[in-house]
């Protein structure tokens, strides 16, 4: 049974990942954006915009206040759900 469907035109969601509770998801794509979306009604929360580049991958604690982002290869950034302020970013050495 389909609770919703997320539409996001000209973008390709690219990865996301649920929060522990069920409560919500966070999409991320093409669009260098990532969206925190509620599981209940198919609501957009939250839209993080920062990135200029597709996001890769996305890890949310189980508290869901911590989102950690993979935008290229070799860079990670850590974001505060609440504040939807930057917490750190990390380049990776080859």
Excluded: Y
């Excluded at 990532?34 to 198919?42: K, T």
């Excluded at 920062?50 to 860079?75: C, K």
Aim: hydrophobic share 45%; proline share 2%.
């Amino acid at each position: 049974m389909e609770l919703f469907a997320l539409t996001l035109p000209r973008d390709r969601v690219t990865t996301a990942t649920f929060t522990t509770d069920g409560a919500m998801v966070a999409t991320g794509g093409t669009d260098g954006k990532v969206r925190l979306w509620a599981i209940s009604d198919g609501a957009l929360l939250e839209v993080f915009d920062h990135q200029p580049e597709s996001i890769q991958q996305l890890r949310i604690t189980v508290e869901g206040d911590i989102l950690a982002l993979t935008v290229t290869d070799q860079h990670i950034e850590i974001w505060d759900v609440r504040s939807r302020q930057m917490i750190a970013s990390f380049e990776m050495e080859d």
